[in-house]
């Protein structure tokens, strides 16, 4: 049962180095979701995708891009890392529909020096 | 105002003991909510969907009050398991909206 599998785990970049984060789904889900998680803040969406070959901004979409590969891998891309971007990610996924909840990753733990 | 306020706790309750807790939404269009647990350090995860004339899951009850912009969530006989983040989750515009959660933890 994978479900939703992000990785890296953990990662720790310089400032101005770019790296791609991996998620992908093995539910047949339609819609994929980026979210960084930071102290008192919860959850903010990132990007999403509501479909194989769309893509949509979220709540805080600056310094970052996404790219829907097919329909069960989402990845989001840091160009030029910043020290503000140090924080939690997670992936989801949710099927269609009103109520579907949505399934998320263990996270990726970012820090950037 | 932010879309979802929760009330971050900590609360504090021996095993066994009954905790509500409240969250307020300000967006009177959301159509679905939702209340999600995330323990500490991984990722959140689904506890239960809230309906409109409330609904019950074993021993946590959710609530939704429309006309105050409200839902809750209540848990009875606590356990120590049940210790962790709290997440109201509505839906807004095709995405889900967070709350910062409210954190329970149960002692023995």
């Known amino acids: 049962n994978a479900g939703v599998t992000q990785t890296p785990k953990f990662q720790v970049l310089k400032t101005g180095q770019s790296m791609t984060l991996q998620c992908a789904q093995d539910m047949n889900h339609n819609s994929m979701y980026w979210y960084r998680q930071d102290p008192g803040m919860g959850l903010r969406l990132i990007y999403y995708s509501a479909s194989e070959g769309t893509t949509d901004k979220g709540e805080v979409p600056n310094g970052y891009n996404v790219s829907r590969l097919n329909k069960r891998e989402f990845s989001l891309r840091l160009e030029s890392a910043a020290p503000s971007q140090t924080s939690v990610y997670f992936c989801a996924s949710s099927g269609t529909g009103r109520n579907q909840p949505q399934h998320f990753g263990d996270g990726t733990r970012l820090s950037i020096l | 105002r932010k879309e979802v306020e929760q009330d971050p706790g900590p609360f504090n309750v021996p095993e066994g003991a009954t905790v509500a807790f409240n969250c307020t939404y300000s967006n009177s269009a959301s159509q679905s909510f939702f209340w999600y647990r995330q323990d500490c350090r991984k990722e959140p995860k689904l506890l239960m969907s809230?309906?409109?004339s409330g609904n019950e899951d074993g021993r946590f009850t959710a609530q939704l009050n429309r006309a105050s912009q409200y839902i809750s969530l209540l848990i009875r006989d606590s356990k120590l398991s049940d210790s962790a983040t709290y997440l109201c989750?509505?839906?807004?515009?095709?995405?889900?909206?967070f709350g910062t959660g409210t954190r329970l933890l149960v002692s023995p």
């Open positions: 989750v509505l839906l807004g515009f095709q995405k889900l909206v």
């Open positions: 809230v309906y409109s």
